[in-house]
């Protein structure tokens, strides 16, 4: 009893601590959407932290939980935040089954700080708690991950970041957040990522979570926004904002001077880099997404043959008849899977490939996409933690409401299409059929009354001819 009120106590005063208003920070606060932020306790002048490195398990998105190595319990570990000028204290205990050591990833440090198994320190033996402890001379955004069969711990989370903020900044942050990309390969129905896959993955995620799975972020119109990627991965990543430009400040290497920045909207990173963007925040809701055609898109996406333009009906009437509900996919696209992905059961513990709704309809995307918010009425939140705790799904926030006449739309009236609707291509009129439940029919076209999903017209047979 005494003991665990002791420790009560202490979680109190080291929150208490964290928790810190914004106002009362030389600086404005970094988000990590769907992570945290360190806390720390000041001992005679040195700022400590604390990281435990740990099997945990970790939701990548509602459905799908795998088996991660952690800090803290998280993947990507909570974001360590400092000041330059700071002298830091971070000890690492190792509760992983096999040793391990913790790299400050671009951090300018003594040698034996910089945490590679090894060449620089001793590995962490697991049980074992070791401190690192440096006076921070930058600032910028750098990282800390495993620098001990990094295949593995890596592949499988340990890494964070380290962000530490200048004495003084010119130009005030409005909002600041942090995103690490990442890429995975999980089986199908399985849990633990596979390590060894080099190039095949099949999960791509921002802060460890897949979309419909990732947070939005938010800000107000006219606001100043920073932007901060980290990547420790294994590929490549090219970040997309839609409607801004914005300009890339500072690399992990440093700020990049005014006169070296240049406008764009898409921001690529290799492993092991670090890029700030900034820009004005213009209102509406708008896509942050790697533009590598698989990464914002869950598994099953690759793989698959194949179909645009083939016509499956003899197939897929055939296959029926062994296997009833039986569908061919992909002949007219894909669009068709997020429809199907909303009643339909796929394999245990993975994601759909194209999943998530916003206020128009399915918006059909995965893995590394997320909603950026600019509206009027974005709450001011007091701390990271705040924020974490109130902005976890897509739809938090609500979405942007477009001014009258600004968003596009059918030519028809009230959508009606006045081609050759309800006749089929010899004059007949069309039957619209459930995929599903073939004995839905309607002679218009509208949704099932037993699963929802879009009737279809029926194709016009051809005669079988058997020989
Ligand atoms: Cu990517």
């Keep these: 009893m005494k003991r665990s009120a002791t420790f009560l106590i202490l979680l109190f005063l080291s929150i208490s601590f964290f928790s810190a208003k914004a106002e009362e920070l030389p600086y404005t606060p970094v988000i990590t959407p769907n992570g945290s932020t360190l806390a720390w306790k000041m001992e005679n002048r040195v700022k400590v932290f604390e990281l435990i490195v740990e099997p945990c398990k970790h939701e990548m998105a509602p459905g799908m939980v795998i088996n991660a190595w952690c800090y803290n319990g998280q993947t990507p570990g909570p974001t360590i935040e400092a000041v330059e000028g700071d002298r830091v204290r971070i000890l690492v205990e190792n509760k992983l089954p096999e040793p391990t050591a913790v790299h400050w990833h671009g951090v300018l440090l003594p040698s034996g700080m910089d945490g590679v198994g090894g060449l620089s320190q001793r590995h962490i033996p697991p049980g074992d708690t070791f401190a690192y402890e440096f006076t921070l001379k930058q600032y910028g955004t750098q990282m800390y991950h495993s620098h001990g069969d990094e295949m593995v711990q890596m592949g499988l989370g340990t890494m964070g970041f380290f962000i530490i903020h200048p004495k003084k900044r010119e130009k005030k942050i409005d909002r600041d957040y942090a995103i690490m990309l990442n890429e995975w390969f999980v089986e199908p129905g399985a849990m633990t990522p596979n390590p060894n896959v080099m190039t095949d993955f099949n999960l791509f995620t921002f802060n460890s979570r897949a979309f419909p799975g990732t947070a939005p972020l938010a800000a107000r119109p006219g606001e100043r926004v920073r932007l901060r990627f980290g990547h420790v991965g294994q590929d490549f990543h090219a970040i997309h904002l839609h409607g801004h430009t914005f300009k890339t400040v500072a690399t992990d290497g440093g700020d990049i001077p005014e006169s070296a920045q240049w406008p764009e909207t898409t921001v690529a990173l290799g492993p092991g880099q670090t890029r700030d963007v900034e820009f004005i925040a213009t209102e ?184």
């Excluded at 926030?397 to 030519?411: F, H, Q």
């Excluded at 073939?438 to 047979?461: A, H």
């Design 284 to 467: 509406g809701d708008w896509a942050l997404h790697c533009h590598l055609r698989h990464h914002p898109m869950n598994a099953m996406g690759h793989e698959v043959p194949l179909m645009l333009g083939v016509n499956q009906e003899g197939v897929e009437d055939q296959i029926q008849s062994q296997l009833p509900g039986y569908m061919a996919m992909g002949e007219k696209g894909m669009h068709e899977h997020t429809e199907h992905a909303k009643h339909m059961k796929g394999p245990e513990n993975t994601l759909p490939m194209m999943a998530g709704g916003g206020p128009f309809g399915p918006i059909g995307m995965g893995g590394m996409f997320t909603v950026f918010k600019v509206h009027e009425d974005i709450p001011r939140f007091a701390t990271a933690e705040d924020y974490s705790k109130r902005v976890q799904a897509p739809e938090d926030l609500g979405w942007y409401k477009n001014p009258p006449g600004t968003v596009a739309e059918s030519i028809y009236k009230e959508g009606k299409i006045p081609s050759k609707e309800g006749v089929g291509p010899s004059g007949k009129p069309v039957v619209y059929v459930c995929p599903m439940h073939s004995d839905v029919r309607s002679n218009k076209p509208g949704v099932c009354p037993k699963c929802g999903m879009t009737l279809e017209p029926q194709r016009e047979k051809k005669e079988m001819h058997h020989h």
